[in-house]
């Protein structure tokens, strides 16, 4: 990792996706993919900025999160931004964005790997194809950290934050199983 700081609780919610997927669960999955999302955007907001905006998620995702070149559909921030949006607040398709911008896509979601989008049938319809969605996750992550190691500024700006996350830390209770 990035300079040997405490990357744990990353590589924790990284773990925790591709075990939702390795159980079948891949709905719970794509909520923590969407909290990974977040906080990836969070750890790198600007050194100014108290919380993440809209903003910041958008920028994350457009820079690192990256789909297959043969997909139908290529992630856009805006889109993934607004599917966040309904999964973690409606758990549904539709977010008060796709009301106010025709323009933005709207995710539907299948147990396969391809993204598909027919724009002729239904021009705002993107069905997500959930084994490359948290697999795109997974490494997205990964070039983001690679970044950290890579570029000393960003570097500095994230790994203080680190410690801001939820870690899971096992209790060895004596005497107790």
């Known amino acids: 990792m990035a300079n ?7 590589l924790q919610l990284v773990a925790q996706i591709h075990a939702e997927e390795q159980a079948g669960h891949m709905m719970s999955g794509l909520v923590l993919s969407f909290i990974c999302l977040d906080t990836m955007a ?9 919380a993440i905006t ?10 690192y999160l990256v789909g297959h070149p043969d997909h139908q559909y290529q992630y856009r921030g805006l889109d993934v931004y607004a599917a966040r949006c309904a999964v973690l607040h409606t758990y549904g398709s539709e977010a008060s964005l ?5 323009n933005i896509k709207m ?3 299948h147990d396969g790997g391809r993204h598909m989008h027919n724009p002729n049938e239904h021009p705002r319809l993107v069905l997500i194809g959930l084994l490359s969605f948290l697999n795109d996750v997974r490494i997205a992550v990964g070039t983001f950290v690679q970044d950290c190691a890579a ?8 790994e203080p934050r680190l410690g801001a ?11 107790q199983p």
């Open 4 to 10: 040997g700081a405490n990357w744990q609780a990353v």
């Open 42 to 50: 969070y750890l790198s907001r600007p050194a100014n900025q108290a």
């Open 54 to 63: 809209r903003a910041e998620f958008i920028a994350w995702t457009d820079k």
């Open 98 to 102: 796709h009301r106010a911008d025709p």
């Open 107 to 109: 995710f539907a979601y």
């Open 151 to 158: 570029h000393p500024a960003l570097r500095a700006l994230v």
């Open 165 to 175: 996350l939820l870690t899971h830390l096992p209790i060895v209770q004596h005497g």
